[in-house]
């Protein structure tokens, strides 16, 4: 895997078909997830048709764990790529309560939240339930 993008083993979730999904270190939003492509590359094109079909389903199968761990009210999903130039997504649970809900992530100022070790298994093991129960 890329340098630029590898996840932090202790924040490892699971390796998916052509990815791997990591919990983002601050959580100041819950459950915000990267899935990480596992191969380098930088833009959707230049991956082969079964690639994308394949990363699609790994993004949707974390997004319906997330869903099920999170219930929230909006899952975002970012792939922007300007400061990381390789294929990563960033998944977010929208929250009741967030702090402003009518913008990206990245426009609502906070210090990061990183998780203590005890919390960060838990949450982690909650992630890893959600994405093995059936669908």
């Not at 699971?14 to 833009?43: C, K, M, T």
């Not at 690639?51 to 699609?56: Q, Y």
């Not at 792939?79 to 390789?86: E, I, R, S, W």
């Not at 990206?104 to 960060?120: M, N």
């Amino acid at each position: 895997m890329c340098e630029q993008v590898a996840g932090e083993g202790d924040h490892f979730i699971a390796d998916l078909a052509v990815s791997r999904a990591y919990l983002n270190r601050d959580q100041y939003f819950p459950g915000w997830v990267f899935v990480i492509l596992r191969r380098h590359a930088e833009e959707l094109y230049d991956l082969t048709a079964g690639e994308r079909a394949a990363l699609i389903e790994d993004v949707t199968d974390m997004a319906r764990a997330l869903a099920a761990v999170y219930r929230p009210v909006k899952l975002n999903y970012e792939l922007l790529g300007n400061q990381v130039p390789h294929i990563h997504w960033h998944l977010v649970p929208r929250l009741a309560g967030d702090p402003d809900p009518r913008w990206p992530v990245w426009r609502v100022p906070h210090d990061p939240a990183p998780l203590p070790p005890g919390p960060l298994r838990d949450r982690l093991e909650m992630v890893r339930r959600a994405l093995a129960a059936p669908r």
